[in-house]
Structure formats: structure tokens, C-alpha cells
């Protein structure tokens, strides 16, 4: 009888670790049609995030399909940056962070999309930041 209450805990856990690992791969099998028709796209566990032309759209993943989803433009977009605890620089960044993310100022509002490496973030700031200026650039000679 001991033995069966010894043995009763390790069970819940591991049907809790089959569950969440269960939920984890719908969530990436959602994510992975609803990344299709987009030309760059990641996924983490705080959000997903892709690119079609200038379009950005984010949202939180879940095993259906990505939620609370909103679409801006890069056309719309002030500036471009990666921010911890305060703005983080591109060419030097610190070792670690917390709460990484994404933040585009917009006119209106501003839009933080969160990342759970600071590695990647970076990455996405810096193709972001390369399409935004290229599309600015093209603002400017049809302005001209």
C-alpha cells in the first residue's frame, strides 16, 4: 500500500508532462499552417510573429489557431527596436536579458511583441529594421 502512495505522484506527473508536451505540439502544428503564407515567420511560447511583404502580424499561439492576432505595416512604422529592462543596442548587447522584446513605434500606439531569446530578437530587428529603411528609401524616390 506504502509502495502505491509512493508511486502515485511520479504517475500524475508524468501524465501532466504527456499533456503538456501534447498541447506544446498542437501549438507548433497550428503554427506551422498558420505560417505558410508568409515570407519569414517565428514561433516561441510568448508569440508568433510573421512577415508578408511589408504586413507584420503577431499573435499568442494556442493549439487551435494563433489568437489575438493584429496586423500593422511597415510603412506605419517610427522606429525600430529591441528593449529588455531599457533599449538594448544591436552591435553590443548584453550577455543576458529579461523580457525581451520587439518594439515598434507607430504614430498612435506602440507594439511590443515578446521574444524568449534575446539571440533572435536581434535577428528579427535587424531584417526588420533592413526591409524598413528599404521601404522608406523607396517612399523617398517616388516622393523625389
Known amino acids: 500500500m506504502i509502495h502505491g502512495l509512493l508511486w502515485l505522484p511520479l504517475l ?3 501524465f501532466w508532462l504527456a499533456w503538456a508536451g501534447r ?28 512577415q508578408k511583404g511589408s504586413d507584420l502580424t503577431w499573435g499568442k499561439p494556442d493549439r487551435q489557431t494563433p489568437q489575438n492576432l493584429q496586423t500593422f505595416s511597415l510603412k506605419q512604422v517610427e522606429e525600430i527596436q ?8 544591436l552591435d553590443n548587447p548584453p550577455a543576458k536579458a529579461r523580457k525581451v522584446a520587439l518594439a515598434f513605434k507607430l504614430p498612435e500606439a506602440e507594439i511590443k511583441i515578446p521574444f524568449t531569446e534575446l539571440s533572435l530578437a536581434i535577428k528579427w530587428a535587424k531584417h526588420l529594421q533592413q526591409d524598413w529603411q528599404n521601404l522608406r528609401a523607396d517612399v523617398d524616390t517616388v516622393n523625389t
Open 12 to 14: 500524475v506527473v508524468f
Open 23 to 50: 498541447s506544446e505540439f498542437q501549438k507548433l502544428e497550428a503554427y506551422r499552417i498558420w505560417a505558410e503564407p508568409f515570407d519569414h515567420a517565428k514561433y516561441d511560447i510568448y508569440s508568433v510573429l510573421g
Open 82 to 89: 529591441v528593449v529588455g529592462d531599457r533599449p538594448i543596442d
